[in-house]
Structures are given as C-alpha cells and as structure tokens.
C-alpha cells in the first residue's frame, strides 16, 4: 500500500543538495538508536515509521526527496518540524530550501499543534509542587495515548510577547532573541475535554523558568502550548516503575488508569524528601519503594540492579539524562527491545553541577 493510500495527510519536499547515501546513513542510524521499523531499505528508497506517521526518502538524482505521511494533521506538522530540525543539523542549506507541498494556505497562521491557554489558578501542592489549572482552547487529542505537552513562556519583562506563525514554506518561525520562548515538557495530571480545564503539576527547582513562571503568573495571564505528543499511559499487567519527582504526575496518571489485576513496583526517587507527600492514587497491586536520590545510586543503577528479577515487566523509567542514559545502554548490551519499554529523559543536570541535584 502506497504512503497516500495509507495516510490520510501527507506531504512532500524536494531535498536540494541533500545526497540520498547521507540521508540513508542518518536515517538507519535513527532506527538503530530508538529501535524504529523500516519499511523498506534499498539504494532508491528508504521508509521508517515512527509513533506519529511515516517518512520515505527517495533517490533524485544528486538529491533526494522526503514523502511525509501520518493519520492526523498535527501529528503531519510535528513530523515535518521534528525532519526539519534533523536536517538543518546535516545541512542547514537544504533546510533552508525545503518547500512543503500543503505549504502556502496557512501562511502566517499560527502551527496547528499551538494554543493558547489561560492561567485560572496556581496552588501549593503537598511534596513542592505547584499546581496550575488553565482554560485551554482544544483538548480533543489529548487522549491516554498522548499525555504530554510543552508551554511555550515568553520572557517575564516582555511587555508584548511574539509566537509562532507558518512561513510561506510551510515552516515554524519561532520568535527569536528577547522574544524568544522557553518551552519546558509538562505532563497533563487532569483534564475535561469538554469544559477545556487543563491542570498540570510543576515539581518546584530554583531557578527553574517554569517554577519562577507558575511561583509569580496572575488568574488570566495567557501563555502557549504545543501538543500533545510524547508518549501515554501503557496497556500493561506487569510493570516497574522508576521515577523521580518530574516523573511523579506522569506516575499518578498510570497507576489511575492501570487494570485492578495489574502487578508491580513504583521506585520513587526523592530529590526533595517533601515529595514522598505528591497525592498518588493508590494501586492494590503496585508497591511503592522511596528511594533517596543522595543514595549514593541513582534510579539508572537501581534499574539495573533489579532488571533479571522483573525481566517479565515493563519498565517505564522517568528520570534526569544521564541516568536515563545508562540504563539505556544496558538494555541494548542485554539485547532487550527498547521499544517494548518506555525510558526517558525528563531533564538535564548542568555539566558542571555534581553528581546529584
Ligand atoms: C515527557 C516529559 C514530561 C514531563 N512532565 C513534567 C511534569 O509533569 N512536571 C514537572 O515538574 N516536570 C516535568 N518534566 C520535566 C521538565 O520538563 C524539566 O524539569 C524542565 O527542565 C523544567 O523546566 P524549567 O523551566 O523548570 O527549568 P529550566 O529553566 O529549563 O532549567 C533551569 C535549570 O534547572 C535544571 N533542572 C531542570 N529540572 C530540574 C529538576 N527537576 N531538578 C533540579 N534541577 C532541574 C536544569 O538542568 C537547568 O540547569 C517532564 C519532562 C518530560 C520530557
């Protein structure tokens, strides 16, 4: 079945300058590292499907050429953005020079994944947490599937913010310089997709943008949003969490929606140890571990510890990079499928801040 016939929106851009051997490279190299299907692999084609739709890349001559495909349209937009990105990092020429096929209608519009939501109350949750409930414009995708989403914050001293808009291309133009936007993941903790109520829980760090935003923001302040993407809440039986605490409202979306026959364990990984206080649901079959982040070992290392004993779990692991990024390599060394896990990084530690926040 060809790409149209398969999706209901697609796309395509000529790739000026872009020789199909380096974009095959990059490409094998993407599915190698998060464990992608190809679809096909050949010195004309190459097609990889992701979580929000297909690529195909094609042999032009010198060049080559991109088919986007996906069932939804913003799904379409992220994918094109995600690619662009990609190749502005191979060849910031040819990105440059990426005209898209549906490009031109939504010229000067704002990207089909943005919004506008509106503050209506920020309260101080047990565990330093703030939460913020807002009134969003459309919730119609934020579905189990898809439980996450980016603010998008302009500077607080900006008297009149800019936000994103579609070039005539086809691409975001994001504002730049002083008006440029801070946009932190946050993870939807309630939602009513009929009244557009949105709340989120944001775990309290000084310094941090969103923190010193949701710490000082007034009832009817306006601010951005992208999404939703990022990942849901998995189908499963046998699970073992590992979380720290930007992980924790994530954790309490699962343990709701998990079957009352589900079996496991929540490692819970206390920065702050008020955070052992964040309200979880409680799940008769999964058993709560606190784990103290001044342990001497992070959640990486507990998660490797205690792979062979829950070999028949998933794990859905939520903690800062390098963490994740340790267990990560042990999966593959151990010729485990990534895919049939869910690890991720929720942020970073500065290069040079130590070993533990
Ligand atoms: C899929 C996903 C879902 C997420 N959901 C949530 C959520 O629901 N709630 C939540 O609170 N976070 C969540 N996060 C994490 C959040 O996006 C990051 O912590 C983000 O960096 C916060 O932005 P900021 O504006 O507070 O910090 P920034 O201004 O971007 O960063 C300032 C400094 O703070 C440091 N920093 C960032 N996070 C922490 C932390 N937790 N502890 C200590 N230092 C930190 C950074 O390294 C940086 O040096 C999620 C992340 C992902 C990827």
């Given at each position: ?114 919004q506008f939501i509106t503050v209506q109350d920020v309260s101080q949750l047990p565990g330093g947490f703030l939460r913020v409930v807002c009134q969003a414009e459309d919730l119609a995708h934020f579905t189990t599937d898809a439980i996450h989403f980016r603010l998008a914050l302009p500077a607080p001293d900006l008297a009149y913010p800019e936000w994103p808009y579609q070039s005539e291309t086809g691409a975001t133009v994001w504002p730049k310089g002083a008006a440029s936007l801070h946009r932190p993941v946050y993870t939807v903790r309630d939602l009513n997709a009929e009244s557009g109520r949105l709340v989120f829980d944001i775990f309290e760090h000084d310094g941090g943008r ?148």
């Open positions: 079945m060809s790409m149209q016939d398969r999706f209901s929106f697609d796309t395509q851009s000529r790739l000026p300058g872009l020789p199909f051997a380096t974009v095959r490279t990059t490409i094998l190299s993407m599915a190698k590292e998060h464990d992608l299907p190809l679809i096909t692999n050949t010195d004309q084609e190459i097609q990889i499907e992701t979580a929000y739709g297909n690529y195909s890349f094609v042999r032009q001559g010198a060049d080559s050429s991109v088919l986007v495909g996906s069932t939804r349209a913003d799904w379409l937009y992220v994918l094109k953005e995600s690619l662009s990105d990609t190749i502005a990092h191979l060849s910031p020429d040819t990105a440059s020079k990426i005209l898209w096929s549906d490009a031109g209608d939504s010229a000067g519009c704002l990207p089909p994944n943005f969103a923190t010193e935003w949701a710490r000082s923001v007034t009832p009817g302040s306006r601010v951005g949003l992208t999404g939703p993407g990022g990942g849901g809440i998995p189908q499963t039986e046998s699970i073992t969490i590992y979380s720290d605490e930007t992980g924790f409202p994530a954790v309490a979306r699962i343990l709701a929606a998990l079957p009352p026959t589900a079996r496991g364990r929540a490692v819970l990984e206390h920065t702050c140890p008020d955070s052992k206080s964040y309200p979880l649901p409680d799940h008769a079959g999964i058993e709560v571990i606190h784990h103290p982040a001044d342990s001497g070992q992070d959640l990486g290392d507990v998660a490797i510890a205690e792979m062979a004993a829950f070999a028949d779990h998933m794990i859905w692991f939520a903690s800062e990079k390098s963490a994740t990024q340790k267990l990560r390599a042990q999966i593959k060394a151990c010729g485990i499928n990534s895919k049939d896990h869910y690890i991720a990084a929720y942020w970073t530690r500065p290069a040079s801040s130590g070993t533990q926040a």
